[in-house]
């Protein structure tokens, strides 16, 4: 970083250093701190000398947070210069929209090594705070971003609101959902568990007027990835959610290709599109220098699972069951071999990872967001000899073997360690089947005698579908009629609406609030509600069965956000209500 440059501080902002995660290189300077109430600029700083004139950039591609720590965020944007060559690059963050409270101000450079993308580890932030950030080539600058740091391990929390999104499909329609969520101004962040972009060339997996994917061929190469997440990265309503709030992502098949697992893919031809390895390299390198991702280390792009602490009221954590540790998929449903403990859905380094932050947990509840369906789907249940062969042998009819119903050991080895360890206040996010789902986990759900008479370990949430589609019509209804005949431990089934999961967590309960949109097809109709379908269902502290039907949750008011409607005004003080 250019030694001329210092950063300023004040009270809102820092407290130790700012560290870069550079995917376009550069490196972090010292910070000094300062703790008064009012912005101070640094003592003794040297003047600044004159400039060359800034290159000539854009920034098309909008702004975006992830990864949220109590001291830190990920800061993200990409430059789109007119020339080729190395880019200087400002970023300021803030304690106001306007911009005009500085926390620090600091340089890094934008290069095509990185394909132009910036990506700053923002530290040394005060917990539980909003903060706005603006990225700036000479006088180019970036939109403002929003974002927030989470509250400390020990911070007691008695709230937290956040939606849950997957499978955005650009060629099947807009982004209604995304726009959607945008404008649910009260949110604390946003998970994103997967297909958040896809690999198929034009016609081939939709092919909505106006939104053929970039480049116009399948992505192979990393090239091909880049010019992908670059179309995304340019929708506008995938640019609000980004801009408000920050996301905490995980990659599924979609991202590299499609029912990827470690050695190879379903949809990956060696022949054609040479060595999986490579193919799975570039998609990981590009999937990080697109999304604001903080990696394990520096240039790791292979490792992605890891943990979030919301305070003492939530920990979150963030699972791998695609590309990481994943053997082949079965191709017949009843295969016995599914029950093999030989075959898993992740490593056994990833599954201590799991097992240690559940054990150690000093949370309330204990979220687990991953891509693939947990919890049993079977057509019909075959009587079980003896206890072990039903847990490990479960429900042989299972019918989807890219979920955990492929890796039935790994699958009750969790649920064994939940049951062993009396942990309680397990609750399962997932994504990928475009479909929603709320269901209570048992290790044998079907035995009617058995494990529905008992505490359920867990529950599951599965979001809809951002864009991708769902069942047909009729299909789709009929699917959640028979579904739960046959999975009475499944309580909640629509199979076709594209939506989101607000999730509303208290310390009496974590609560799915299921939100479909009217449109994804007309413009004009993007982010509107479709009320009539709206579900709510929620667990209590201490057991994990469904309750349908509850009321919604009370929005909050964050003055933070960008379209935060006015405040209403206390009749005796005349300041501004809060809640």
């Known amino acids: 970083m250019d030694s001329k440059r210092r950063v300023v501080i004040q009270a809102l902002g820092a407290g130790g250093t700012l560290a870069l995660a550079g995917c376009g290189g550069g490196s972090s300077s010292s910070v000094a701190t300062n703790n008064s109430s009012t912005p101070t600029p640094t003592p003794n700083l040297p003047e600044e000398q004159p400039e060359t004139a800034a290159p000539k950039v854009s920034f098309v591609h909008g702004v975006a947070s992830g990864d949220p720590l109590s001291d830190r965020v990920i800061l993200w944007t990409r430059v789109t210069p007119e020339q080729e060559g190395d880019i200087p690059v400002r970023l300021t963050v803030a304690a106001d929209q306007a911009m005009s409270q500085p926390v620090a101000v600091y340089t890094t450079t934008a290069s095509a090594a990185g394909d132009y993308c910036v990506k700053i580890d923002a530290d040394g932030l005060q917990a539980d705070r909003w903060y706005y950030y603006q990225f700036a080539v000479g006088d180019q600058t970036s939109p403002v971003g929003r974002t927030r740091t989470f509250p400390a391990s020990s911070d007691f929390m008695d709230r937290a609101r956040f939606a849950v999104v997957s499978c955005a499909n650009y060629p099947f329609g807009f982004f209604s959902v995304y726009r959607a969520v945008a404008e649910r101004s009260d949110l604390d962040f946003v998970v994103h568990l997967g297909d958040y972009l896809y690999e198929y060339g034009p016609g081939e997996y939709g092919d909505f007027p106006e939104r053929d994917p970039l480049p116009p061929q399948e992505m192979v190469s990393l090239a091909d990835y880049r010019a992908r997440h670059a179309q995304y990265k340019t929708d506008e309503?995938?640019?609000?959610?980004?801009?408000?709030?920050?996301?905490?992502?995980?990659?599924?098949?979609?991202?590299?290709?499609?029912?990827?697992?470690?050695?190879?893919?379903?949809?990956?031809?060696?022949?054609?599109?040479?060595?999986?390895?490579?193919?799975?390299?570039?998609?990981?390198?590009?999937?990080?220098?697109?999304?604001?991702?903080?990696?394990?280390?520096?240039?790791?792009?292979?490792?992605?699972?890891?943990?979030?602490?919301?305070?003492?009221?939530?920990?979150?954590?963030?699972?791998?069951?695609?590309?990481?540790?994943?053997?082949?998929?079965?191709?017949?449903?009843?295969?016995?071999?599914?029950?093999?403990?030989?075959?898993?859905?992740?490593?056994?380094?990833?599954?201590?990872?799991?097992?240690?932050?559940?054990?150690?947990?000093?949370?309330?509840?204990?979220?687990?967001?991953?891509?693939?369906?947990?919890?049993?789907?079977?057509?019909?249940?075959?009587?079980?000899?003896?206890?072990?062969?039903?847990q490990l042998r479960s429900n042989l009819s299972a019918i989807n073997m890219d979920q955990w119903d492929g890796y039935a050991a790994d699958r009750l080895k969790i649920?064994?360690?939940?049951?062993?360890?009396?942990?309680?206040?397990?609750?399962?996010?997932?994504?990928?089947?475009?479909?929603?789902?709320?269901?209570?986990?048992?290790?044998?759900?079907?035995?009617?005698?058995?494990?529905?008479?008992?505490?359920?370990?867990?529950?599951?949430?599965?979001?809809?579908?951002?864009?991708?589609?769902?069942?047909?019509?009729?299909?789709?209804?009929?699917?959640?009629?028979?579904?739960?005949?046959?999975?009475?431990?499944?309580?909640?089934?629509?199979?076709?609406?594209?939506?989101?999961?607000?999730?509303?967590?208290?310390?009496?309960?974590?609560?799915?609030?299921?939100y479909y949109v009217q449109s994804i097809e007309s413009y004009d109709l993007r982010g509107q509600i479709d009320n009539s379908k709206t579900k709510v269902v929620a667990v209590n502290s201490g057991d994990s069965r469904i309750i349908e039907d509850g009321p919604v949750s009370r929005p909050r008011t964050l003055r933070t956000a960008f379209n935060h409607p006015p405040l209403p005004l206390n009749a005796v003080t005349g300041k501004e209500v809060l809640s």
Not at 240 to 263: C, G
Not at 312 to 334: A, C, F, H, N, Y
Not at 483 to 502: C, D, Q, T
């Open 237 to 390: 309503d995938l640019q609000a959610v980004h801009q408000q709030f920050p996301m905490i992502a995980v990659w599924d098949d979609h991202e590299s290709t499609d029912n990827s697992y470690r050695d190879g893919a379903e949809n990956h031809q060696p022949l054609t599109e040479g060595d999986w390895q490579t193919r799975k390299a570039v998609s990981q390198q590009a999937y990080f220098e697109w999304l604001p991702i903080r990696p394990r280390e520096p240039g790791n792009f292979s490792v992605i699972y890891r943990q979030f602490q919301f305070g003492d009221l939530i920990d979150l954590t963030m699972l791998d069951t695609r590309l990481e540790g994943r053997d082949e998929q079965l191709t017949v449903p009843l295969d016995p071999a599914r029950n093999s403990e030989d075959r898993h859905l992740i490593s056994a380094e990833q599954m201590d990872f799991l097992l240690g932050s559940l054990t150690r947990s000093t949370a309330h509840w204990r979220f687990i967001g991953q891509q693939v369906m947990f919890g049993q789907l079977n057509i019909a249940e075959l009587p079980a000899l003896t206890e072990d062969q039903a």
């Open 415 to 514: 649920l064994n360690h939940i049951d062993d360890n009396h942990i309680d206040n397990v609750v399962v996010l997932t994504g990928d089947i475009h479909t929603s789902w709320a269901s209570e986990i048992y290790r044998n759900p079907s035995t009617l005698l058995g494990d529905l008479f008992d505490k359920p370990l867990a529950a599951e949430f599965v979001t809809p579908a951002v864009t991708s589609p769902g069942f047909p019509d009729g299909a789709a209804e009929l699917a959640g009629i028979l579904i739960p005949v046959a999975n009475p431990h499944i309580r909640y089934v629509e199979a076709k609406s594209r939506g989101f999961i607000l999730v509303d967590v208290t310390r009496a309960r974590a609560q799915a609030e299921f």
